[in-house]
């Protein structure tokens, strides 16, 4: 089965002194998991997602009217940093990496199985 | 429960998981088993067969072989169907296999951490006992609709999410063993709340106490299980004297010890024997032991509060739980003094405490014991405007005329 993990982080996750220290070590450990994941084939795709002060958001509302917002689409404590997609056979095979996947206090990790479309 | 009832109640777990992890879906292998139940009804018009089990899984998985060559005919007029339907003749054949032991797996699955904490107890009775979702509901004072949403959705989220049909790995083993602890200890709270009210709850109780028999039977290694399997029994030993003519509650200390059921607490003891001889201390071993230590009464005469108070030292160091730390006090209280208790009780931080009845209860049984009418009396007031369920209101009120 394909699963993606969605990396929530605190917004102020790496604020402040010794900030910029930890998220390259943090980054460097997504760097070492993905590299492992993808030679034991188990990693299909994934990135980080640049800070959220760079999002803009279409909204759609009544009878299709689309509009364009600055920022993310809502506003959390929790910011989404990046995904990996994997295919592992099952959900505590899933879990057991979300598990590895580096964080700071307070990430989240969600796991949420793909739609698989027939061919 | 008629011969019969029984019969099939203790065929079902390992007919059911041997058909769940056959088919790898619980609404079919629950339907398999009911259309097999159904049918035996039918085939057994005066006295069950000598392996009832044995007929369960033949007659269930004939059932779910055929259903499923159905589905694949239908299927069929939709190119490439998916997999190649069984014969008759294969699904006779796969029936004549022993039923392979499966029970472990079905509960590791029923309570997976993945699912909510309340819809685990739910889908377990539902799944493992065969509990309907109108008892369930009754059970978990909840409206019949919505226990029912509550096992659906998370049997859909079962297959959607890829929850394996597995025991755990020994790396997730202590998450996943604790899982199902949680979810057998939150099945008997409500079993045990009941017990106050009318009887047809009784038989819920009967379950979970099969159930944590089961897994005992099942996991005879780990200490925690055969706690919970012996807490179980000693709650359960006490029931037919928790309530008194009049329908109010009667605490342990003061009930007839000529009704407690004896086999029940040996069969209890039997089991923390064994997991004192595991050699692993746990929450549920120490909380066991407690509701043991007052079952020594029906020997003693007596119930030994001081040991009591000092397990429940070990216990809040353990579980530092509100509930822990009132039921100390009051066991300081008996075991060393009212004053002793009453300190103990302060210290818990009553401001989190004032919508919780027992700690009012604790509290008014503290002064009373120190002379203190007017602050019982007050304790017991805030106690009774909780609302308490009739038989403990009874047990109250009874308290209250008897301060004046």
């Given at each position: 089965m394909q699963y993606m993990l969605l990396v929530y982080e605190p917004a102020d996750a790496y604020e402040g002194e010794g900030g910029e220290a930890l998220l390259q070590d943090v980054v460097g450990r997504h760097m070492a998991l993905a590299e492992e994941l993808r030679a034991a084939g188990v990693q299909i795709e994934g990135a980080g997602l640049q800070g959220v002060e760079t999002a803009t958001t279409v909204l759609t509302g009544a009878g299709g009217r689309q509009t364009i917002h600055d920022g993310p689409f809502a506003e959390t404590r929790e910011h989404f940093g990046g995904y990996y997609v994997i295919d592992v056979p099952d959900l505590d095979a899933a879990l057991a990496i979300a598990r590895r996947v580096p964080g700071v206090e307070g990430t989240k990790i969600e796991v949420r199985p793909l739609i698989v479309h027939d061919q | 429960m008629t011969a019969f009832g029984r019969a099939i109640a203790e065929a079902r777990p390992r007919v059911v998981a041997a058909l769940a992890a056959r088919l790898r879906d619980l609404d079919q292998a629950e339907d398999a088993f009911a259309e097999a139940a159904a049918a035996a009804l039918a085939a057994w018009p005066n006295q069950a067969p000598r392996d009832p089990g044995a007929w369960l899984w033949r007659a269930a998985l004939r059932k779910a072989l055929d259903a499923r060559r159905r589905a694949a005919v239908r299927a069929r007029l939709v190119p490439d169907a998916p997999e190649p339907p069984p014969t008759p003749e294969e699904a006779l054949m796969a029936a004549d296999e022993p039923i392979p032991d499966e029970r472990l797996r079905l509960i590791f699955v029923c309570c997976?951490?993945?699912?909510?904490l309340d819809a685990r107890a739910a889908l377990t009775l539902k799944v493992?006992?065969?509990?309907?979702a109108e008892r369930l509901a009754r059970a978990f004072l909840v409206p019949e609709p919505t226990m029912l949403q509550r096992i659906t959705r998370a049997k859909t989220k079962i297959a959607a999410a890829g929850v394996p049909f597995e025991v755990p790995s020994p790396a997730a083993w202590p998450e996943r063993i604790e899982a199902v602890l949680a979810t057998l200890e939150i099945a008997y709270a409500q079993a045990y709340e009941d017990a106050?009210?009318?009887?047809?709850t009784a038989g819920f109780a009967a379950e979970v106490l099969r159930l944590s028999g089961l897994l005992a039977e099942l996991l005879p290694d780990d200490p925690e299980v055969l706690a919970l399997a012996a807490l179980v029994r000693f709650a359960e030993a006490r029931r037919p004297a928790r309530l008194d003519d009049s329908g109010a509650m009667v605490p342990p200390h003061e009930?007839?010890?000529?009704?407690?059921?004896r086999d029940l607490i040996a069969a209890g003891v039997r089991l923390m024997d064994r997991a004192a001889g595991l050699g692993r201390s746990g929450p549920r071993q120490v909380l066991a032991a407690i509701h043991g230590a007052h079952l020594t009464r029906a020997e003693?005469?007596?119930?030994p509060w001081r040991d009591i108070a000092a397990l429940y030292d070990v216990l809040l160091a353990l579980r530092p739980t509100p509930v822990t730390a009132v039921n100390r006090a009051v066991a300081i209280g008996e075991a060393f003094g009212p004053d002793q208790g009453l300190a103990a009780l302060a210290q818990v931080g009553p401001e989190r405490l004032q919508a919780w009845l027992p700690y009012h209860a604790a509290r008014a049984g503290l002064f009373a014991a120190a002379g203190e009418a007017v602050e019982a009396r007050a304790a017991l007031d805030a106690a009774l405007a909780l609302r308490p369920p009739p038989a403990e209101r009874l047990y109250l009120e009874r308290r209250r005329r008897s301060l004046g």
């Open positions: - | 997976h951490p993945a699912l909510a493992v006992c065969g509990l309907s106050a009210l009318a009887g047809d009930q007839d010890v000529g009704l407690w059921r003693t005469g007596a119930t």
